[in-house]
């Protein structure tokens, strides 16, 4: 099964910077396709890392970080509650008789190492505000 929660994650934050009222978990679900408890659970993880707030007296979130300064990178390792980025998991019996079964761990464990850095080097440089500056462009472009 698809994890979703990144994509989920990133549209609630935008709907919570961009909207003129405060979002609750009911109305960022109906948007996000989901259910409230799973926004709420986002929700959770975003307090956690002093991404969002929930505001006393009033049903609803707010950004506590500047988009421009909310990287994909920050979202991403608070949402999978990870420091480190997974792209593949590496099947973990090869048979070492085999010369492909006994190189395959070292080979792909390089490879993954490289990618997860340029990886991580973009989620770095890609802001929340940039998926927001996107959005705002197909809306002018006609793009709905």
């Not at 969002?52 to 970080?65: P, Y």
Request: aromatic content about 4%.
């Amino acid at each position: 099964m698809e994890d979703t929660r990144f994509s989920s994650a990133i549209h609630m934050l935008i709907l919570i910077s961009e909207a003129e009222e405060l979002m609750s978990s009911e109305k960022i679900a109906v948007s996000v396709g989901t259910n409230a408890s799973h926004i709420r659970k986002i929700a959770g993880l975003f307090k956690k890392d002093d991404i969002i707030d929930s505001n006393q007296g009033s049903r609803g979130f707010s950004l506590k970080v500047n988009p421009k300064d909310l990287s994909m990178l920050r979202i991403y390792k608070a949402v999978n509650e990870t420091d480190n980025i997974r792209l593949f998991e590496i099947h973990r019996n090869p048979n070492d008789e085999c010369i492909v079964g006994r190189l395959i761990g070292p080979v792909l464990n390089e490879m993954h190492s490289g990618m997860v850095s340029k990886v991580e080097k973009e989620m770095s440089s890609t802001t929340l505000y940039d998926c927001i500056h996107s959005m705002r462009a197909k809306i002018q472009e006609g793009t709905q």
